[in-house]
């Protein structure tokens, strides 16, 4: 059974990661990640398949949306929680793209961390 305490953890990890993307803020973002996470999908129309690390050098190595003025659009779609672990469907503007992000995060002593995020841009 989730709880408003527990929902309000798992978003404000999301928040970190909406933020962080929308900022190109690599150290909000690895707040958000666990350190060991992986990140799987179909970024114009090649399957991507990239460590936390790599995947923090393509955000720092990108244009900031923040600072483009791309509106800040990303917002959650679905959550679903059992026990220490959960999914967020996730939808985003990035740099021009839309993207539905599947995130799986687990409960950690420090909060809740992402550990996969799975995703495809229109």
């Not at 709880?3 to 690599?26: P, W, Y």
């Not at 220490?84 to 793209?97: E, F, I, M, Q, S």
């Not at 995130?103 to 002593?109: E, H, K, V």
């Amino acid at each position: 059974m989730q709880t408003s305490n527990e929902l309000s953890a798992i978003r404000a990890t999301i928040d970190k990661f909406f933020t962080g993307m929308h900022t190109g803020d690599v150290d909000r973002l690895r707040h958000a990640f666990h350190p060991d996470a992986y990140l799987f999908g179909y970024y114009k129309g090649s399957f991507s398949r990239l460590s936390l690390d790599d995947w923090m050098e393509e955000v720092r190595s990108e244009p900031k949306p923040s600072e483009s003025n791309e509106p800040f659009d990303m917002r959650i779609v679905a959550t679903d929680v059992t026990g220490k672990v959960a999914t967020v469907k996730t939808a985003t503007l990035y740099l021009g793209l839309r993207f539905t992000d599947y995130l799986t995060l687990a409960q950690f002593d420090d909060g809740w961390k992402i550990i996969n995020k799975a995703y495809h841009h229109d």
